[in-house]
């Protein structure tokens, strides 16, 4: 099992930035694959950015190129947005995702943090 926890959502003007974290436990070892997901009001959850454990080969969705930047940092199992240049459509909740081993889907996940962006 894996344990993730989000933090640093909040409520920022449109332009502005906001850094998301993720922090991993438990047996982060079979971890391949972590990624960002959210989910607005009324919606159906969208990917948002993903990066290989290891490698750290990243993925983007085409809305948030360019403004959004993922990182992980290995030694002390946490994963990191960098959200820049933030828009009104960008709020939602925002959640941790992990992939263990050769899963195809994302089976561990966070609670989720919210992040509002006001125009």
């Known amino acids: 099992q894996v344990q993730l926890v989000e933090s640093g959502g909040g409520l920022v003007q449109a332009g502005g930035s906001l850094r998301l974290a993720c922090a991993a436990s438990?047996?982060?070892?079979?971890?391949?694959?972590m990624g960002w997901f959210r989910q607005a009001p009324g919606k159906e959850r969208e990917f948002v950015a993903s990066i290989a454990w290891i490698a750290g080969s990243t993925n983007y969705a085409e809305s948030v190129k360019g403004r959004f930047s993922i990182s992980r940092d290995n030694s002390k199992n946490t994963m990191a947005l960098q959200m820049n240049s933030l828009k009104p459509e960008d709020t939602a909740v925002y959640y941790c995702?992990?992939?263990?081993?050769?899963?195809?889907?994302?089976?561990?996940w966070g609670q989720g943090t919210q992040v509002t962006v006001s125009s």
């Open positions: 995702a992990a992939k263990a081993g050769t899963a195809l889907t994302y089976d561990y």
């Open positions: 438990g047996r982060t070892s079979s971890t391949s694959r």
